[in-house]
């Protein structure tokens, strides 16, 4: 390790300290003189001291650099003793100790780690108001909302195989699991937003953010909320503005995996676009204008959204089956089943074919098919969580539907 190193391993902790210290001095800005246990020299030292304990253990001296650790935590623990007796707040000592952290794993070689967690910590840090304003709009619905949430993404996600298995290895439990993970957090997301910044904003907000992951699950979890007896307002307008976004989105990812068919698939879909964007606005600008919180509900149903994962994994068999019995012959029907659950996988498989499998125009064709095959199980969704509540969405995305099969039958003449 040459002094260069070295040096931007104690620079790089220097730096974090100040960081800290930075926010932690005006923060307490306005304390008496002599009531403050540390400000932005104590945190610059705190960072420091840890770098050069971290440095001494990464060249070989464990035992002193764990002393230097230790004696600074314990001058830390003593002076923030009677602070956090007086006033029951453990931030700023809690800060410090994380600073002399961030300085060890700094000194121990992760410079950009230590930095980029100074950042983080600064950020946190300096949003106090905003997050315990966040909390303070939060009641017993939300936090058990949350609490569910976590253990669908962080209880179980982790532990699953990602591996192939099942009828033809069509089933990766843990990309089915992201199913659930998908649908129940749109869901959640809605939620908070709706209690938030209000139910006609947070909703579309959702149905943008969602429509670039998987339009299919936002158009589940809000036809699902209006099914439910959810009375936001504006979830037949965000149904329909994650199927625009969706088209958005294939045609970047188009740039990039399959460039060679981008200009005949824009010319398809330009027309059903333009419909379906005209429905979205439509349908926001008639939505109730309510700024509002939406009422507590359930917004982790996990019923459905296992509902749900079991549709994808059968038409994931089937896929795979449609796949061994047709061969390289059918390429377009192939493309169409995958399409009908996932338009990115179907979009991925056309770009890397060569071009002597299958021509521009129809793959552009058969990736047109498979956004229609898309909608059509969205329309679907829509009917059958929304439970009638969701006409005005259904109409516009079969509209969009429509359009888009008049585009395809035009492109297929021509053909």
Same mark, same amino acid.
């Given at each position: ?41 104590? *945190? ?12 001494? =253990? ?7 650099? =764990?002393?230097? %650790? ?46 980029? &967690? ?15 304003? *966040? ?13 569910? $949430? ?35 957090? $749109? ?10 910044i209000g139910a006609r904003r947070g909703t579309i907000a959702v149905a943008v953010i969602g429509g670039l992951y998987s339009s299919t699950a936002v158009t589940q979890s809000l036809a699902q909320r209006l099914g439910s007896g959810g009375d936001?307002?504006?979830?037949? %307008? ?17 740039? *990039? ?13 330009? *027309? ?19 700024? =509002? ?14 509902? $749900?994962l079991a549709f994808i994994a059968v038409a994931a068999v089937v896929a795979r089956w449609a796949e061994g019995r047709f061969g390289q012959d059918a390429i377009a029907i192939l493309l169409l089943i995958m399409g009908s659950m996932n338009v ?14 299958? &021509? ?46 008049? &585009?395809?039958?035009?492109?297929w003449l021509k053909l």
């Amino acid at each position: 390790m040459n002094w260069i190193e070295e040096a931007l391993r104690i620079g790089a902790a220097l730096a974090a300290g100040i960081l800290i210290g930075i926010e932690r001095g005006w923060h307490l800005r306005d304390r008496e003189d002599g009531s403050r246990v540390a400000g932005i020299r104590t *945190f610059a030292l705190l960072g420091l001291g840890g770098g050069l304990a971290g440095l001494l =253990g990464a060249k070989g001296q464990p035992l002193m650099g =764990g002393t230097i %650790a230790i004696a600074a935590s314990a001058v830390l623990i003593l002076g923030y003793a009677r602070s956090l007796r007086e006033r029951h707040d453990a931030t700023t000592a809690i800060a410090a100790l994380v600073t002399l952290t961030i300085g060890l794993l700094a000194g121990l070689g992760s410079s950009g780690l230590a930095v980029a &967690s100074a950042a983080v910590v600064v950020l946190v840090l300096a949003m106090r108001e905003e997050l315990h304003r *966040f909390v303070a709009h939060l009641d017993e619905h939300d936090v058990k909302a949350l609490a569910r $949430f976590a253990v669908i993404a962080l209880g179980v996600l982790p532990f699953l195989p990602n591996e192939a298995m099942g009828p033809y290895d069509a089933w990766n439990p843990w990309v089915l699991w992201w199913v659930v993970v998908l649908v129940t957090g $749109f869901s959640f997301a809605g939620y908070v937003a709706n209690r938030t910044i209000g139910a006609r904003r947070g909703t579309i907000a959702v149905a943008v953010i969602g429509g670039l992951y998987s339009s299919t699950a936002v158009t589940q979890s809000l036809a699902q909320r209006l099914g439910s007896g959810g009375d936001g307002g504006a979830e037949e %307008a965000g149904i329909v503005l994650a199927s625009a976004v969706m088209y958005v989105r294939v045609i970047a990812l188009m740039v *990039f995996l399959a460039p060679r068919i981008l200009w005949p698939f824009i010319v398809v879909m330009a *027309f059903p676009s333009l419909v379906i964007w005209l429905a979205a606005d439509w349908l926001y600008r008639r939505a109730p204008r309510c700024a =509002g919180p939406s009422p507590p509900g359930n917004p982790i149903a996990l019923k459905p959204a296992l509902g $749900f994962l079991a549709f994808i994994a059968v038409a994931a068999v089937v896929a795979r089956w449609a796949e061994g019995r047709f061969g390289q012959d059918a390429i377009a029907i192939l493309l169409l089943i995958m399409g009908s659950m996932n338009v990115d996988a179907a979009l991925v498989t056309a770009g890397g074919l060569p071009p002597s499998a299958i &021509s521009s125009e129809l793959a552009a064709l058969a990736l047109c098919g498979t956004i229609l095959a898309n909608m059509a199980v969205k329309l679907g969704a829509t009917i059958v969580y929304a439970k009638g509540k969701g006409t005005a969405a259904a109409i516009a995305l079969g509209i969009s539907m429509v359009a888009l099969a008049a &585009s395809l039958v035009v492109g297929w003449l021509k053909l």
